[in-house]
Each structure stands twice: as structure tokens, then as C-alpha cells.
């Protein structure tokens, strides 16, 4: 089915969506759009796909509060501050899509973890980060097809784990994705 929003708040100067996509049977992935203000289909912008590291989720790249409701561990306030980079794309006005990557934050399995997912999709004749690539590429091809994104002007970027996707999503989509930011421990 097609990618579906669920709600929609504002901030200053830009506002918060909450969107589920669907990318295969008995899949959900949840992401962020933060969209500038101004920004529409007379005046689409470009748009950056965020992916966080293995640690982080796509709240913690927008700003906002873990679903969890936690908070930075004490004496790492300032890694939380600079890895917000879903919100310092949309502060420059780039639309920016933060998404988790699979088993990890929001898409946790409380029956299987990291390590088990990742064995099971060996199992299955897939791997981790082709379930990742595969899934973003479908955030991607919607993304692109959206009127308020300048389609010649989007990029990746991603910390640690989300470095890897960023990157295959670069090679994969060459006509979609225009840059890759590979933010790998830099």
C-alpha cells in the first residue's frame, strides 16, 4: 500500500510529519518528514534521507523526544546537539526524512534482536544491510515523487550503521540520489 501519514505538528519554522511506509508484506517502516516553512509545490525544496547510527533513532536525528521518553546520558549532551541532523538540514531550509534502521529504536523486536535479525535474514538468503538499503529505497522512490521535493536535488546521509545505506543508496539511484554525505565517525 502506499506510504501513509499519521500526524502532523508544528515547530518553529518548520513542521513535523509522522509517516508509516510499507515496503514489503508484514513490514512497517515509520519515518520523519520535517518540511521547511514556504516550502510547497510551486516552491518544492531539496531533501536529504538521514539515517542515524546503530545507537540513535530518527527522533534523536529531528530533535525531538525519545518515544521511550529518555534523555542523553549524562556527559554526551553535546553528541545528542551535533547528531541532530535531520533538524540542522531543515533549519537550512532542506526537507529532511529521518529514518530508523531495521531492529533498532522504534522497529526493536521484543522477541528478536539486532543479532537475531540480522540471522535471520542470512537464513532467508538476504542481509541487514540489504533489508536497510531495500527499505529506504522504497522511502526514497516516494520521496522523490512528492511535489514539494526538487527531485534533481536530494541526497543521503547517514552516521555509523546509516552510513552503509547511504552510500548503496548513492550507487543504486545515481538519477535519484544527487549526493551522499557519509558521516562515518568524521
Known amino acids: 500500500p502506499p506510504a501513509k501519514?499519521?500526524?502532523?505538528?508544528?515547530r518553529e519554522g518548520y513542521e513535523i510529519q509522522r509517516w508509516e511506509a510499507?515496503?514489503?508484506?508484514?513490514?512497517?517502516?515509520?519515518?520523519?518528514?520535517?518540511?521547511?516553512e514556504?516550502?510547497?509545490?510551486?516552491?518544492?525544496a531539496p531533501a536529504v534521507l538521514c539515517f542515524p547510527g546503530s545507537?540513535?533513532?530518527?527522533?534523536?536525528?529531528?530533535?525531538?523526544?525519545?518515544?521511550?521518553?529518555s534523555k542523553p546520558k549524562p556527559g554526551t549532551e553535546w553528541k545528542?546537539?551535533?547528531?541532530r541532523m535531520a533538524l540542522h538540514f531543515v533549519k537550512q531550509g532542506f526537507i529532511a526524512c529521518a529514518v530508523d534502521n531495521p531492529a533498532r529504536c522504534e522497529t526493536a523486536s521484543p522477541v528478536r534482536n539486532f543479532l537475531e535479525f540480522s540471522a535471520c535474514a542470512i537464513w532467508s538468503g538476504r542481509s541487514y544491510l540489504g533489508i536497510s538499503v531495500f527499505q529506504k529505497a522504497h522511502i526514497l522512490e516516494w520521496l522523490v515523487q512528492q511535489a514539494f521535493v526538487d527531485p534533481n536535488r536530494v541526497a543521503?546521509?547517514?552516521?555509523?550503521?546509516?552510513?552503509?545505506?547511504?552510500?548503496?543508496?548513492g550507487v543504486l539511484y545515481p538519477?535519484?540520489?544527487?549526493?551522499?554525505i557519509h558521516n562515518d565517525f568524521c
Do not use: F
Open 55 to 69: 545507537g540513535h533513532s530518527k527522533e534523536a536525528l529531528a530533535g525531538e523526544q525519545e518515544l521511550d521518553g
Open 38 to 44: 514556504g516550502v510547497s509545490a510551486q516552491s518544492p
Open 80 to 83: 545528542w546537539e551535533d547528531n
Open 22 to 36: 510499507y515496503p514489503e508484506p508484514y513490514c512497517v517502516v515509520p519515518y520523519l518528514l520535517l518540511v521547511p
Open 156 to 169: 543521503t546521509c547517514g552516521h555509523s550503521l546509516g552510513s552503509d545505506p547511504a552510500d548503496a543508496l
Open 5 to 10: 501519514r499519521i500526524w502532523v505538528r508544528k
Open 175 to 180: 538519477d535519484q540520489v544527487k549526493a551522499v
